[in-house]
């Protein structure tokens, strides 16, 4: 069945370092990937998205790139802030027949930035 | 402002004793759904609605309920909690053209003791 998984966190990163958060993928065909980002106390908001084959998905500086041959989605900014500080969740949906709109979700990948 | 709003945001309650927690969006979407979030698993869904009387089961409905009487609202009732119920719950929802498709929007959480 389909799947997610992302790096193990906490992630804890110094203020203007650069962000890498590992996500990949198992599913048929074609999904739409998505970052959606947990801000401490709060809801799920989304960060980027993206549809297709090497379409590349950015926000807030943030980035992540659809790549098919590595089925990978990770998520990189080149210099985070302390407010990044959250937990991030790599998600997928299914666009086959009979999809139920269901999003499949990694566990979540903790960050903190330190000023 | 384009919103989906749930409440109670934090309940402690007993098991056995029945309880509904409430969704209300806004945005006019056709597709509702359920998640529960729980350390190291990220979110899985609970039920999903394509529109109004239409709803169905996700990948973990037992001991939930919904209905979808309104376009706008889909409450989840626990009928009898029990303390594996005990969670963090998000209530999202989509709409547009194959709008079980589209970016699903979350609500702010409840989170859920049960004793």
């Known amino acids: 069945g389909n799947s997610v998984t992302q790096m193990e966190g906490p992630v804890t990163l110094s203020e203007e370092a650069f962000l890498t958060i590992n996500c990949t993928y198992t599913a048929t065909g074609y999904p739409s990937l998505f970052w959606y980002v947990q801000y401490p106390g709060e809801g799920l908001q989304l960060l980027l998205k993206a549809t297709k084959a090497d379409d590349k998905g950015s926000n807030k500086g943030f980035e992540a790139t659809y790549r098919k041959e590595t089925t990978s989605f990770h998520l990189e900014k080149g210099s985070v802030q302390v407010s990044d500080s959250a937990v991030y969740f790599c998600a997928l949906k299914s666009a086959r027949p009979g999809n139920t709109g269901k999003l499949i979700f990694g566990q979540g990948t903790t960050l903190q930035v330190k000023p | 402002e384009a919103q989906v709003t749930q409440n109670p945001r934090y309940l402690i309650t007993v098991t056995g004793k029945k309880l509904t927690v409430t969704c209300s969006q806004n945005?006019?979407?056709?597709?509702m759904s359920w998640y529960r979030q729980d350390p190291g698993l990220g979110l899985r869904q609970i039920y999903y609605s394509m529109n109004v009387e239409v709803t169905d089961k996700g990948d973990v409905p037992e001991g939930y309920k919904v209905s979808r009487k309104e376009k706008r609202n889909f409450p989840l009732i626990l009928e009898s909690p029990s303390p594996n119920q005990t969670s963090l719950y998000f209530c999202?929802?989509?709409?547009?053209?194959?709008?079980?498709?589209?970016?699903?929007?979350f609500g702010p959480g409840t989170r859920l003791l049960v004793l």
């Open positions: 945005m006019n979407h056709e597709y």
């Open positions: 999202a929802s989509s709409g547009g053209q194959g709008a079980f498709l589209e970016t699903q929007y």
